[in-house]
């Protein structure tokens, strides 16, 4: 009988628990090993693109993910003062790019993902160091408190500060700060009746989205000097900056306690790496090609970057080749919509907001245009999905004709 194949992938979050639903799913005896001592994500809400949710697909989870998510679309861009400058649909953004975008808070998702992992399969307060990347010829090798682990196949999910990518590319610069930090809230807002919304101020932004659950999900950034923190706590910074843009930011600026604002400088990865691999090891998500959160993608290339991995885990070269170009890309585009999000020239804003809401009135698919290689890609493998419709929401569009196959 042919030994299983083995994989340890380091980091419980969401690129390292696709990776490691979808190797399973390919027959690989997976392990998780987490650092922190829960997988309960020290996050916000996600947005899932139909790109990723495609990915999503393939291991069964797609329409669960549907399911559990508010659709997203139904709203648009607006100015502090209220004054939108765009308009979107969601059915329009579904048929647009073969499918909705949706919302849910990460731990949804990651509760999720773990419950398509056999029990024992994610081993908490579990630090894992690569001691060997291995080669043709060897096992990798993973150093951990309770002993060294030989594996046919390392994943390295383990985020922004990688130590994996500095120990596979030590001569890799690593990441640079953006220049702007976030903040994050998820929590009820008794009242909130409100359209999905991002307002884009002088070197600032702030979003406000309702999630399924009731709960609201708001975030912003701002320019900031790196490792800036508030005078008071995070919620006085807050309402300095944004309590007197319209509403409803007032609102869930008031029902939001300090202890719910979570503050993050935003780091990226400036320099691509050479590859997405070494030997027998496999860098995912913010590991490999940390960006900007401004197109809601680090997520979602994360998920793509997982399927792909499962699907040419025999041959990493073939990965590194199929998702170094395509992320390379979507970070420098988050990059330019970054500088264009947080202009802070009087004058270059008036231009882009007299731009973007003519361009809106004129031609409403257009503005849709610059995500659209990036809604729609597709998985390498075939889909899982039930084609069912999502409960609570409109019915998903077929995804346009002489697009359906096509891979990036």
Known sequence: MARSRRALVIGGGIGGLTAAAALHQGGWDVTVLERAPSLEPVGAGISLAPNSLRALDVIGLGDEIRDLAAWQGDGGLRTPSGRWLSRTDAAVVAERFGGPLVLLHRATLVDSLAARLPARAVRTGAAATLADPGDADRPARVSTPDGDLEADLVVAADGIRSAVRRALFPRHPGTVYSGFTTWRVVIPVPGAQFASHETWGRGRIWGSHPLKDGRVYAYAAALTPAEGRAPD????????????????????????????VLRHDVHRVAEPLPAFHRGRVALVGDAAHAMEPMLGQGGNQAIEDAVVLAAYCDDLGSYSAARLPRTTAIARQAARVARLNLMTNRAGIAVRNTALAALSKAAPLLFLRGFEDIADWRPPQAPYAAGKTPAGNRKRRTPREGRLHRTR
Request: aromatic share 8%; hydrophobic share 40%; no cysteine.
């Open 233 to 260: 706590d995070e919620k006085a910074e807050l309402l300095r900056r944004y309590g007197d843009w319209h509403d409803p930011i007032p609102a869930i600026l008031a029902a939001a306690r300090p202890e719910d």
